[in-house]
């Protein structure tokens, strides 16, 4: 558990209210390398299946968008 909090102490939720989080890490000649998805666990399941599509697609290197209808708009509809 230290070793692991040593490693990734940039990689921890900034706010304890959020649905979910994605980090990861990103090497210009490879691409994103690693990722890493936080989820509350206070969300009802079908919510936290919509949010983890949402995380995936993050670490799968997508960002928001402004389309209300979509996966990736920010908030949770």
């Given at each position: 558990?230290?070793?692991?909090?040593?490693?990734?102490?940039?990689?921890?939720?900034?706010?304890?209210?959020?649905a979910g989080y994605t980090t990861y890490t990103y090497?210009?000649?490879?691409?994103?390398t690693n990722a890493t998805i936080w989820l509350?666990?206070?969300l009802a399941t079908s919510n936290a299946q919509?949010?983890?599509r949402h995380e995936f697609s993050h670490?799968?290197?997508?960002?928001?968008?402004?389309?209300?209808?979509?996966i990736m708009f920010a908030t949770a509809n």
């Amino acid at each position: 558990f230290d070793e692991h909090n040593a490693k990734y102490t940039n990689a921890k939720s900034p706010n304890s209210s959020l649905a979910g989080y994605t980090t990861y890490t990103y090497n210009s000649m490879s691409g994103i390398t690693n990722a890493t998805i936080w989820l509350n666990v206070n969300l009802a399941t079908s919510n936290a299946q919509y949010i983890l599509r949402h995380e995936f697609s993050h670490a799968l290197g997508l960002s928001h968008t402004s389309n209300v209808n979509s996966i990736m708009f920010a908030t949770a509809n």
